[in-house]
């Protein structure tokens, strides 16, 4: 599809009821998200319990926008080379030849990837910046897009390996399914009790429109009250005690990005602080890294974002003329 002809809306919409066909969501605006990464090139940590239909959203992503998918499942005996892949010695031809590994792929779930020994963790770490793959000296390219999907159990911690600072903030977002309500949950029951419905999960789009999506996002607008705003949330998760480690210049940039990313998948050419509030905990929460001080106790990194914001007076921008959340 060429870009004068590229219909959002149609996009859209097919998209969004591919994958309500098969995943029952209580937020849907999480495919909003996670389509906001993909266009910006970033990366997503899913922060949940198991059983949530972490997987199942996974695969259902990436068929429904026809990309090739492979799953990880990390565990402490996993090697880097199971990751990325390995020369070894065809007895046929006598030589040497390279066997990929799964993140040669498009969409790849690294599943319990805090199962895995740092230093398997850390070969993700090339492949999620750089979209590169080192094998003895030689690089080789990964496949436009690519996206980690990164799922960590935040209950059964023994014998797992916390995810270092510089993984973390390689993170684009991190999100939370969270546990479907009572009419949610019915449904997931009806629709899996006799069938498969991701067996019928057709692709809607091309990597093409994943590239002009890509283009149209990078060119949203941000006002200079707005980027300014933006700029007062990021530098506020610095300036406060109890938290030994703000918010990084990276997760500025990729705050950014989402926030076009975001107002595009919404039909706006500008961002607006609407954006911004609704995508502080997802982009930045995980940056945090907070002192064991008794003024933070027992509050989350969410629900310290959260409070930041609140504290930060909202613009008035002359693109839409009122406080955002005002009608």
């Not at 990729?254 to 954006?275: C, E, K, M, S, T």
């Not at 002192?291 to 914001?309: G, Q, T």
């Amino acid at each position: 599809m060429q870009e004068a002809e590229f219909s959002l809306e149609a996009f859209k919409t097919s998209f969004f009821q591919s994958i309500r066909n098969v995943v029952v969501l209580p937020d849907e605006s999480i495919l909003e998200k996670m389509l906001a990464a993909l266009i910006c090139g970033g990366h997503i940590l899913l922060h949940d319990v198991p059983g949530v239909g972490k997987t199942l959203l996974a695969r259902t992503f990436a068929r429904a926008l026809g990309l090739s998918f492979s799953r990880i499942q990390f565990t402490p005996d996993l090697l880097p080379t199971d990751v990325t892949g390995i020369n070894y010695f065809n007895q046929k031809t006598r030589e040497f030849e390279f066997r990929p590994g799964p993140v040669f792929t498009n969409i790849l779930l690294a599943d319990e990837i805090n199962r895995a020994t740092p230093r398997t963790q850390s070969s993700l770490l090339e492949c999620m910046q750089e979209a590169t793959v080192t094998v003895d000296g030689e690089t080789r390219k990964l496949a436009f897009p690519f996206l980690v999907l990164a799922t960590e159990n935040p209950l059964d911690m023994e014998g797992t390996f916390p995810l270092p600072e510089a993984q973390l903030d390689r993170f684009f977002m991190c999100l939370n399914l969270g546990y479907p309500g009572f009419e949610e949950e019915k449904a997931i029951v009806r629709r899996f009790l006799n069938d498969d419905p991701l067996a019928d999960v057709k692709p809607v789009a091309t990597v093409r429109d994943l590239l002009v999506l890509k283009k149209l996002a990078a060119g949203i607008r941000f006002s200079e009250p707005v980027m300014n705003y933006m700029l007062a949330i990021v530098r506020k998760t610095r300036e406060t005690d109890g938290v030994r480690l703000g918010v990084s210049p990276r997760g500025t940039l990729y705050y950014a990005r989402a926030a076009q990313a975001l107002a595009l998948l919404r039909g706006r050419n500008f961002v607006i602080p609407d954006d911004l509030q609704e995508l502080a905990v997802p982009v930045l929460a995980h940056r945090l890294l907070l002192e064991m001080s008794a003024s933070l106790h027992d509050i989350s990194r969410a629900e310290l974002i959260n409070k930041l914001v609140g504290s930060i007076e909202v613009p008035l921008d002359a693109e839409y003329g009122v406080r955002a959340g005002e009608s």
